[in-house]
């Protein structure tokens, strides 16, 4: 079984940080793509950043400046670095994976529980 295990989240104020960690384990062949979503009440699920095994990242507009993705492929484990936090960044966020489990099937995406951000005002 492939499990993402997250952790990080919190509460924390206005303009203070937080570093998420996601850990993907299990029967893993490899992994393509990394990344974070997040989902406030009664909103859709947003990509916040994103990261591609040769390092290539994106960032949602609201976020760039401010949040920082990065992967360590040796331990198959994806971080998002959060600054100067904000109160519309509470949400609960999502790790992603798009892996493969072995050479016979393609890549599917796997999901972590979520974790929540509470960013106090």
């Known amino acids: 079984q492939v499990q993402l295990v997250e952790s990080g989240g919190g509460l924390v104020q206005a303009g203070g940080s937080l570093r998420l960690s996601c850990a993907a384990s299990?029967?893993?062949?490899?992994?393509?793509?990394m990344g974070w979503y997040r989902q406030a009440p009664g909103k859709q699920r947003e990509l916040v950043a994103g990261?591609?095994?040769?390092?290539?990242?994106n960032y949602t507009d609201p976020v760039k400046g401010r949040f920082t993705i990065s992967r360590d492929n040796a331990k198959n484990t994806v971080y998002l670095q959060m600054n100067s936090l904000k109160p519309e960044d509470t949400a609960v966020y999502y790790c992603?994976?798009?892996?493969?489990?072995?050479?016979?099937?393609?890549?599917?995406?796997?999901w972590g529980q979520g974790t929540q951000v509470t960013v106090s005002s």
């Open positions: 992603n994976a798009k892996l493969r489990v072995n050479l016979y099937f393609s890549d599917y995406d796997y």
């Open positions: 299990g029967s893993i062949f490899s992994i393509n793509a």
């Open positions: 990261i591609t095994s040769g390092g290539i990242t």
